[in-house]
């Protein structure tokens, strides 16, 4: 894990207190029935990079870091908090305290989708591919058959799973 960003611009999405800020960590949205929280992104991340060696699951690419890029918060978020984000992940961006990337991030995870298009976060995703960005998003969680933005986008590897089976 390396040091992140927090680009929720709302105070009571992000659920800790104030906007945007150099702390990603998420407190959690408490919206599941349980009481606990979802924390898809980084469920996500963990499968994406969790080492078997300390005790958890294999993920496809242990070893890897992550730079946790908050963007989505309790009830969900703006697009133009994800636009930023990902213009700040391909180095395009600096944020409010003058963080820069030197370089782009090789590959972003977009776990959050839309129905809605949105000229914003076309444009960043656009952009962040011509930087050599390779952004990854999920069609949808819901087993329908409309793909989501972004990864409708033509810069963007849309995937999806055939079920719910991890084999």
Request: with cysteine.
């Amino acid at each position: 894990l390396v040091d992140g960003y927090d680009f929720i611009s709302v105070p009571d999405v992000a659920g800790d207190g104030d906007g945007r800020d150099p702390d990603p960590r998420d407190d959690g949205d408490r919206l599941l029935p349980s009481g606990l929280s979802s924390w898809h992104g980084t469920h996500v991340a963990s499968i994406a990079v969790g080492n078997h060696d300390d005790g958890g699951i294999a993920g496809v690419a242990p070893g890897c870091r992550v730079m946790p890029l908050r963007v989505v918060g309790r009830g969900g978020g703006l697009v133009s908090d994800a636009a930023d984000a990902i213009l700040f992940a391909a180095g395009l961006a600096t944020t409010a305290d003058g963080r820069r990337l030197d370089e782009p991030l090789r590959i972003v995870n977009l776990s959050l989708g839309t129905s809605v298009p949105s000229a914003v976060l076309e444009d960043a995703c656009a952009r962040a591919a011509e930087a050599g960005v390779l952004l990854v998003a999920a069609v949808g969680n819901d087993g329908g058959s409309t793909v989501l933005y972004p990864a409708r986008y033509a810069s963007v590897m849309a995937v999806a799973a055939v079920d719910r089976s991890m084999q």
